[in-house]
C-alpha cells in the first residue's frame, strides 16, 4: 500500500500541541481521505473520500509497519502516525532545500553536513570539499540524496531526543 500527502498547507501559526494542517490522503494511487488538524491537541480528522476505509489503511499499517514504543507501551502505528511521519519529511525537505540558497549539503559517513557558500559556486565548493572528503554525496543536486539526507536529518533528530 503507498500512501501519500497531496496539497499538504501546514499552519505553524495556529500549531499550538500539534500540527495545524490540510492535506489530501492518497492510497495506492487514488485519493482516499481529506486529512486535517487545528492544532489544539486533538486527534487528525480523516474524511473519507475514496473507496478505502480508515480500518483497512490502519490495519495494512499495523501489519507492515513497527510499532511506537514509549517506555512500556506499545501502539500500533496507524494512519495518524504515518501522516504525521509523512508532514515531518515533507516539511524537513522544505527546510533542507530552502539552505541550498546559502550551502552545500552533503552526505559523508552517515550524517548531513553543510558547507556555506560564501559567494562561491555550489561546484567550486563541492570541488573543495571533494579534495579533502572524496567518499561525500552532494545533496543539492540529487533528489534521491534529498530523502537520504532527510531521513539521517530525521533519526538524528530522534536520537537526540531519547
Known amino acids: 500500500m503507498r500512501i501519500e500527502l497531496k496539497k499538504l498547507k501546514v499552519v505553524n501559526a495556529l500549531s499550538e500541541e500539534t500540527t495545524c494542517y490540510t492535506a489530501e490522503i492518497w492510497v495506492d494511487g487514488a485519493r482516499a481521505f481529506l486529512a486535517s488538524n487545528r492544532g489544539h491537541g486533538a486527534a487528525d480528522d480523516f474524511h473519507q473520500v475514496g473507496v478505502v476505509s480508515e480500518a483497512s489503511v490502519n490495519a495494512w499499517l499495523a501489519a507492515n509497519r513497527q510499532p511506537t514504543h514509549f517506555g512500556d507501551t506499545v501502539l500500533e502505528h496507524t494512519l495518524e502516525f504515518e501522516v504525521a511521519a509523512l508532514i515531518t519529511k515533507t516539511e ?62 530525521i533519526a538524528q533528530s530522534e536520537q537526540a531526543q531519547s
Open 92 to 153: 524537513e525537505a522544505k527546510r533542507l532545500r530552502r539552505s541550498f540558497k546559502k550551502q552545500l549539503v552533503v552526505i559523508d559517513d552517515g550524517k548531513v553536513f553543510g558547507y556555506p557558500l560564501k559567494g562561491r559556486s555550489m561546484s567550486a565548493v563541492a570541488d573543495a570539499v571533494r579534495r579533502t572528503r572524496p567518499g561525500i554525496r552532494v545533496v543539492n543536486d540529487d533528489e534521491t540524496a534529498v530523502e537520504q539526507a532527510v531521513d539521517l536529518l
